[in-house]
Nanobody, 126 residues
């Protein structure tokens, strides 16, 4: 069983930066795929970024490409989401997810991940 805990969300002005973290426990996740999703009020949870176990493959939603960077530190059993040039429309609860398998056709869907964190709130003011 894997437990994921997000931290590092907060309130920031438009154009600012945040770097949420996702700490895993229960077992090492170095061989797991990991992803970040977000959910704004009254909207469905949507894919933000994904990273393969080796860290060599990273994938992004078009809406964040060029602004967000997903990374992982397997020695710390932790994943990160560096968010730059934040916009008010980035406001949402951000969730970390993990799965022992990389699904090439569903890494950007919620059903592509077995384990989920409780989320961290990111609010961007205009």
């Amino acid at each position: 069983q894997v437990q994921l805990v997000e931290s590092g969300g907060g309130l920031v002005q438009a154009g600012g930066s945040l770097r949420p973290s996702c700490a895993a426990s229960g077992r090492t996740v170095s061989d797991y795929s990991m992803g970040w999703f977000r959910q704004a009020p009254w909207k469905e949870r949507e894919f933000v970024a994904g990273i393969r176990s080796s860290g060599a493959g990273t994938y992004y939603a078009d809406s964040v490409k060029g602004r967000f960077t997903i990374s992982r530190d397997n020695a710390k059993n932790t994943a990160y989401l560096q968010m730059n040039s934040l916009r008010p429309e980035d406001t949402a609860v951000y969730y970390c997810a993990a799965d022992p398998i990389w699904y090439s056709t569903s890494y950007n869907y919620t059903w592509g991940y077995m384990y989920w964190g409780q989320g961290t709130q990111v609010t961007v003011s205009s």
